[in-house]
């Protein structure tokens, strides 16, 4: 069924509300133009800093910045080892990069199903799925939501598999009082893509506490070079150097880490923008057909999505209906995620089927991102709540 027009004739905005923006002001325009204005433009002493202050944040030793987080989880796995014959156990329910960086090392993904409640891979499922080749687990904090990882941490204790937490949502969020980012996971990749919680453009950032992790990260990061390299241009810093690895080119530059810096700066109080966002939901959308993520007790949720669920039985529409009734009302959504066993490549490669994983294709089925950003006004979320309420009495059964 298509949708010919605004429900009822009139839009509940004049403006167009994406699902998600970023917020950058002066500060940052600044930032990036006192580079720009400089001799060096890649990674140099703005980077540093970025990753220094990165790990001041967070209070891990080793913070290494990418151009990606994609970039990072996939020099995780090679400083790792992966490779191929081995096997890697992440959700089913992530953007497709977490599993795709699996297959550039030549290891299989092995998806694991959802709980339906918080939406993260149901860690009761792991053990199922562990053989004598599996070698990692990337649990993925769905939307900011940290998932079970006292559970996580036992199993991989418990068959001496690696931990990369895939905490591309997270920044921010608590696993019962410790910062995603510090838990005793081998490395945690955060991601600054212009969605996520704070941006650079494009970015990432790995944290470790491991001296050894790190030093192999940084020579996969740029080209396989076996010291710093990035100073070899400066005055002082040496023409020499060797490859001892085939490395990558992921390393971020100075333009974007001096965004980063004034970003990571404001990560708290971008947090306190979504919280307060957040309640405001909750309050106001209490009372529809439409579940809501739920509260989060073991520690802090870092809130970068508010995936709902619709009452599909209480609404003569489908979801594709629902959010195509919201663009009209000029409000924009989302889907997290289109589950990997619907990709053609997952699908066919691994003969993977809906009904390997029921309550990843129950959820996806009713699922939609409502707009959260840190700059999201209060009149803006009114806005989608009005948009929402009117949907679901013109749909309703
Ligand atoms: C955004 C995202 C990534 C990739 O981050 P990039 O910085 O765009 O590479 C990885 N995993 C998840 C779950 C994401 O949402």
Redesign the pocket.
Same mark, same amino acid.
């Given at each position: 069924m298509t949708l010919p027009k605004v429900a009822g004739g009139q839009a509940t905005r004049d403006q167009f509300l994406p699902f998600s923006a970023p917020w950058l002001e002066e500060e940052e325009i600044e930032a990036v133009t006192s580079v720009l204005r400089s001799d060096w433009l890649t990674t140099g002493h703005r980077t540093l800093e970025f990753e220094e202050q990165f790990s001041r944040y967070i209070e891990i030793p080793y913070s290494l910045a990418f151009n990606?987080?994609? +970039? $990072?989880?996939h020099t995780a796995l090679a400083a790792l080892e992966i490779g191929p014959d081995d096997e890697v156990i992440t959700s089913v329910f992530?953007?497709a990069?977490?599993a795709n960086v699996i297959c550039h090392q030549g290891a299989k993904p092995v998806l694991v199903d959802i709980d339906p409640q918080t939406l993260n891979l149901d860690a009761n499922l792991i053990e199922s799925k562990i053989t004598k080749h599996t070698k990692a687990i990337i649990p993925?904090h769905?939307g900011g939501r940290p998932c079970q990882m006292d559970r996580i941490l036992q199993i991989a204790n418990a068959y001496r598999l690696h931990i990369v937490e895939?905490a591309?949502?997270a920044l921010g969020a608590e696993w019962q009082g410790v910062k995603i980012g510090r838990l005793a996971s081998d490395c945690t990749?955060f991601?600054?893509?212009p969605?996520?919680n704070i941006t650079t453009g494009? +970015? $990432?950032m790995n944290t470790t506490s491991s001296m050894e992790l790190a030093q192999s990260m940084k020579v996969w990061r740029l080209h396989g070079i076996n010291r710093d390299a990035w100073n070899r241009y400066l005055e002082g810093g040496s023409w020499y150097y060797e490859v001892v690895k085939p490395g990558f080119k992921y390393n971020l530059t100075d333009i974007a880490s001096a965004i980063g810096l004034v970003q990571l700066s404001k990560t708290e109080f971008f947090q306190k923008r979504r919280e307060t966002r957040v309640q405001q939901y909750w309050k106001a959308l209490g009372s529809l057909p439409i579940d809501l993520p739920p509260p989060f007790a073991e520690g802090r949720h870092a809130w970068h999505l508010f995936p709902v669920q619709l009452k599909l039985e209480d609404l003569r529409v489908g979801r594709d209906e629902f959010m195509e009734a919201l663009r009209l009302e000029n409000i924009g959504t989302s889907v997290?995620?289109i589950p990997l066993y619907r990709m053609p490549y997952y699908r066919d490669r691994f003969g993977l089927q809906p009904d390997d994983f029921p309550v990843a294709e129950h959820v996806f089925q009713k699922l939609l991102s409502l707009p959260l950003f840190a700059r999201m006004t209060e009149e803006d979320l009114d806005s989608v709540v009005r948009a929402v309420k009117k949907l679901v009495e013109w749909f309703g059964r």
């Open positions: 990606s987080c994609t +970039g $990072g989880l992530t953007f990069a977490t993925v769905y895939d591309a949502h990749c991601s600054f893509y969605t996520k494009e +970015g $990432g997290h995620f």
